[in-house]
């Protein structure tokens, strides 16, 4: 008798009849947390009644030790609240607000001689909701490799829900089209993952403060449970770390309907701030460059009759740069190793030495007498270990020559990383990788020894970190204009309708917009061109924000239409503050943003290969004053297929009172300078 109530007893125990729950809302108490621990770890959160992330698995498993999971309770749990704000030195806007409720849930489990703990800070905010893991030293565990993380985001209706995505752990990293589905059929995404409930209510997964750690990417594993997946090393482990050690932050931006997503800080208010001190050398600005011109094949990288960066053809675009006031002269091609195949060797690549028809010192120095910067560019082709070697003695080289700015690539497949290990032995990474994700902010901690800042391509997914690092200027990691020139196919027109839902949520993209010219191969929609108006090239330059903006066409073509360029030269890249106002994910949005330590406002409205008529009011203009409003728009009979020049440029005076109505041609656009009288 005595032994089955014993043993009953420790069923009843094992299986945690004083389940313990505890909860928390946002500062506005719409958003709910609820964490529990009945079974093992787990939580769920709600908005407004409305159920978000249904009951979700909390934990993580190691390869020699016992996994933080079944049997793991709450052993104490602390709230706080704090509200402050702070400032961007570049960025959206100047300042950003941080209110949060925030609860750290220790979990704990008695084993024999040990007490195992872990915790979860959880942190509230109006626009979501997030999380991280802190595992402090513990008996047991000192070396850590993490073989799986439990993190599940449940959500309900998976086959009512809509999602946009890009599969994850594919061969082309981050640059992939689109898909629009139901929630139900992905399988492996990568982050932002957006998507939106049968309600309206728009939800996105992500994470910030990546650093010395796996991404995360979600894997459906069962209908409507999505789960963390982060990206292994080589040899199948997924984070090689020691206690105590932080898990990024992973998070759920929340908002009623879809612009909310597009004015959430989240990301950045989880990130640490700057660690760089004094960064005013870091300068947002726009630029043209040796660029496009290669990528429709009127030039090469390599040497020969068509090379483009030539001495004197960097010092012809830096005449047009100083000319049009733009501040820097990218040149790509300019270093030896271009010859051959680069893309599966990067070993070719020597960072110090220029082709012979190239004169760094000359051009930098007619650069600096011009006012216009050179900005570096090293591809590495994936070969970080060659990069890492030179790396010290390539930044230096540029420093020398005034470079401020170094464009770095890393075209490789994803999963052909090359890192070489001490032993020389040869190991294929992922680009998302614990490995990656530490090469890549190695690369923008030694620039800012030398006050240069980096644009990745090819990059690691943002994850906020231009707060701790503002040198870390902008990055692509989706597909950006390059695939109009040679994509299969190239950027349908719902593309620049998307990536402001999905990448753009986590942080500036280099997507190098102005694409003047769409005739290169011919027009018809078949065609590699961009597959929009030219006014919605210009409306990119408002829409996609990035602190540094290529105007990516070749001069000839801007000195053909220098009436449309104006828009170009006037735009800024900084800004005080920025508003998304209207918008649908894959369908249209509007941006209004206001230029930093200025009083002009710019404008950017994009639509999806429908037509359509957007009424905008003017309400976010300074109530005291008139401004001239010079529009850039679709012409009565433009289209994007066969006559996508066609723009009407317009001046009209008007107030905070008025409402603008903007006709949007099919892949069309709207571009606007409200400049204060
Ligand atoms: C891919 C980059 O995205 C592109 O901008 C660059 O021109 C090529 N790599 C060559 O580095
Ligand atoms: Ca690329």
Same mark, same amino acid.
């Given at each position: 008798?005595?032994?089955?109530?014993?043993?009953?007893?420790?069923?009843?125990? $094992? &299986?945690?009849?004083?389940?313990?729950?505890? @909860?928390?809302?946002?500062?506005?108490?719409?958003?709910?947390?609820?964490?529990?621990?009945?079974?093992?770890?787990?939580?769920?959160? $709600?908005?407004?009644?409305?159920?978000?992330?249904? %009951?979700?698995?909390?934990?993580?498993?190691?390869?020699?030790?016992?996994?933080?999971?079944?049997?793991?309770?709450?052993?104490?749990?602390?709230?706080?609240?704090?509200?402050?704000?702070?400032?961007?030195?570049?960025?959206?806007?100047?300042?950003?607000?941080?209110?949060?409720?925030?609860?750290?849930?220790?979990?704990?489990?008695?084993?024999?001689?040990?007490?195992?703990?872990?915790?979860? +800070?959880?942190?509230?905010?109006?626009?979501?909701?997030?999380?991280?893991?802190?595992?402090?030293?513990?008996?047991?565990?000192?070396?850590?490799?993490?073989?799986?993380?439990?993190?599940?985001?449940?959500?309900?209706?998976?086959?009512?829900?809509?999602?946009?995505?890009?599969?994850?752990?594919?061969?082309?990293?981050?640059?992939?089209?689109?898909?629009?589905?139901?929630?139900?059929?992905?399988?492996?995404?990568?982050?932002?993952?957006?998507?939106?409930?049968?309600?309206?209510?728009?939800?996105?997964?992500? @994470?910030?403060?990546?650093?010395?750690?796996? *991404?995360?990417?979600?894997?459906?594993?069962?209908?409507?449970?999505?789960?963390? /997946?982060?990206?292994?090393?080589?040899?199948?482990?997924?984070?090689?770390?020691? %206690?105590?050690?932080?898990?990024?932050?992973?998070?759920?931006?929340?908002?009623?309907?879809?612009?909310?997503?597009?004015?959430?800080?989240?990301?950045? &208010?989880?990130?640490?701030?700057?660690?760089?001190?004094?960064?005013?050398?870091?300068?947002?600005?726009?630029?043209?460059?040796?660029?496009?011109?290669?990528?429709?094949? *009127?030039?090469?990288?390599?040497?020969?009759?068509?090379?483009?960066?030539?001495?004197?053809?960097?010092?012809?675009?830096?005449?047009?740069?100083?000319?049009?006031?733009? !501040?820097?002269?990218?040149?790509?091609?300019?270093?030896?190793?271009?010859?051959?195949?680069?893309?599966?060797?990067?070993?070719?690549?020597?960072?110090?030495?220029?082709?012979?028809?190239?004169?760094?010192?000359?051009?930098?120095?007619?650069?600096?007498?011009?006012?216009?910067?050179?900005?570096?560019?090293?591809?590495?082709?994936?070969?970080?270990?060659?990069?890492?070697?030179?790396?010290?003695?390539?930044?230096?080289?540029?420093?020398?020559?005034?470079?401020?700015?170094?464009?770095?690539?890393? #075209?490789?497949?994803?999963?052909?990383?090359? +890192?070489? /290990?001490?032993?020389?032995?040869?190991?294929?990474?992922?680009?998302? $990788?614990?490995?990656?994700?530490?090469?890549?902010?190695?690369?923008?901690?030694?620039?800012?020894?030398?006050?240069?800042?980096? &644009?990745?391509?090819?990059?690691?997914?943002?994850?906020?970190?231009?707060? %701790?690092?503002?040198?870390?200027?902008?990055?692509?990691?989706?597909?950006?204009?390059?695939?109009?020139?040679?994509?299969?196919?190239?950027?349908?027109?719902?593309?620049?309708?998307?990536?402001?839902?999905?990448?753009?949520?986590?942080?500036?993209?280099?997507?190098?917009?102005?694409?003047?010219?769409?005739?290169?191969?011919?027009?018809? /929609?078949?065609?590699?061109?961009?597959?929009?108006?030219?006014?919605?090239?210009?409306?990119?330059?408002?829409?996609?924000? $990035?602190?540094?903006?290529?105007?990516?066409?070749?001069?000839?073509?801007?000195?053909?239409?220098?009436?449309?360029?104006?828009?170009?030269?006037?735009?800024?890249?900084?800004?005080?503050?920025?508003?998304?106002?209207?918008?649908?994910?894959?369908?249209?949005? #509007?941006?209004?943003?206001?230029?930093?330590?200025?009083?002009?406002?710019?404008?950017?409205?994009?639509?999806?290969?429908?037509?359509?008529?957007?009424?905008?009011?003017?309400?976010?203009?300074?109530?005291?004053?008139?401004?001239?409003?010079?529009?850039? +728009?679709?012409?009565?009979?433009?289209?994007?297929?066969?006559?996508?020049?066609?723009?009407?440029?317009?001046?009209?005076? #008007?107030?905070?009172?008025?409402?603008?109505?903007?006709?949007?041609?099919?892949?069309?656009? !709207?571009?606007?300078?409200?400049?204060?009288?």
């Amino acid at each position: 008798m005595n032994k089955i109530i014993i043993s009953l007893s420790l069923l009843l125990f $094992s &299986n945690n009849i004083f389940a313990q729950t505890v @909860e928390l809302s946002s500062p506005d108490g719409k958003i709910v947390l609820s964490v529990n621990d009945e079974g093992k770890p787990s939580y769920k959160i $709600s908005l407004s009644g409305e159920s978000i992330i249904k %009951t979700s698995c909390l934990g993580m498993a190691f390869k020699n030790t016992m996994p933080f999971s079944d049997g793991f309770t709450i052993s104490s749990s602390q709230e706080k609240s704090a509200k402050s704000v702070w400032q961007l030195p570049w960025g959206e806007r100047k300042n950003v607000t941080d209110h949060h409720n925030e609860l750290l849930v220790t979990f704990s489990k008695n084993d024999k001689s040990n007490t195992n703990k872990f915790k979860v +800070r959880f942190r509230l905010f109006n626009d979501g909701v997030g999380f991280r893991y802190e595992v402090p030293k513990q008996e047991g565990l000192d070396q850590v490799e993490i073989i799986n993380e439990f993190t599940e985001f449940a959500i309900n209706d998976e086959k009512k829900a809509t999602a946009w995505w890009i599969p994850a752990r594919g061969w082309n990293r981050y640059e992939y089209i689109y898909n629009t589905t139901d929630v139900a059929s992905v399988d492996r995404a990568h982050t932002p993952f957006t998507f939106k409930l049968d309600s309206g209510t728009h939800i996105s997964i992500h @994470e910030a403060a990546l650093v010395d750690y796996a *991404a995360m990417t979600i894997n459906q594993k069962r209908p409507g449970v999505l789960k963390a /997946d982060l990206t292994p090393w080589s040899d199948g482990i997924l984070v090689k770390t020691k %206690t105590d050690f932080k898990s990024p932050w992973r998070t759920i931006q929340i908002s009623k309907d879809a612009v909310g997503l597009l004015n959430s800080d989240l990301i950045l &208010n989880l990130n640490e701030p700057n660690k760089l001190g004094d960064v005013s050398w870091v300068e947002p600005a726009k630029y043209v460059g040796i660029w496009w011109g290669m990528h429709i094949n *009127a030039n090469t990288w390599g040497s020969g009759a068509k090379h483009g960066a030539t001495t004197s053809e960097a010092m012809r675009y830096i005449d047009f740069a100083a000319e049009h006031e733009f !501040a820097g002269v990218l040149v790509e091609g300019w270093n030896v190793g271009w010859d051959g195949d680069w893309f599966f060797n990067g070993d070719v690549f020597n960072f110090s030495k220029p082709y012979d028809d190239f004169d760094i010192a000359a051009v930098s120095a007619y650069g600096k007498k011009k006012g216009v910067q050179l900005i570096g560019h090293h591809e590495t082709s994936g070969n970080v270990t060659n990069y890492r070697n030179q790396m010290s003695d390539a930044y230096a080289l540029y420093e020398k020559h005034g470079v401020k700015q170094i464009k770095t690539g890393y #075209v490789a497949d994803g999963g052909d990383i090359k +890192r070489i /290990d001490k032993n020389g032995i040869v190991h294929k990474e992922w680009h998302d $990788s614990q490995f990656m994700v530490s090469e890549y902010l190695h690369s923008v901690t030694e620039a800012a020894k030398h006050k240069i800042s980096i &644009n990745t391509h090819e990059p690691i997914k943002d994850t906020g970190l231009r707060r %701790t690092y503002p040198n870390w200027i902008s990055r692509e990691g989706a597909r950006g204009q390059e695939f109009n020139a040679w994509g299969t196919p190239p950027n349908p027109p719902e593309h620049t309708t998307i990536l402001p839902f999905t990448r753009m949520l986590s942080g500036p993209m280099d997507f190098t917009p102005g694409i003047f010219d769409m005739s290169f191969n011919g027009l018809g /929609d078949k065609s590699n061109r961009p597959q929009t108006t030219l006014s919605k090239q210009l409306a990119l330059y408002v829409v996609l924000y $990035s602190p540094i903006q290529m105007a990516a066409d070749l001069p000839k073509n801007y000195q053909a239409n220098l009436a449309a360029f104006q828009f170009i030269k006037d735009v800024p890249t900084n800004w005080e503050e920025s508003k998304a106002i209207a918008g649908e994910v894959g369908e249209y949005v #509007v941006f209004a943003r206001q230029k930093r330590d200025g009083d002009d406002w710019f404008v950017g409205a994009l639509t999806d290969e429908k037509a359509r008529t957007i009424t905008m009011k003017l309400d976010f203009l300074d109530k005291s004053k008139r401004y001239q409003a010079q529009i850039y +728009r679709d012409g009565k009979n433009a289209e994007w297929i066969n006559n996508p020049y066609e723009m009407i440029i317009e001046n009209k005076i #008007v107030t905070a009172k008025d409402e603008l109505i903007l006709p949007l041609a099919t892949s069309g656009g !709207a571009a606007i300078r409200f400049k204060a009288l």
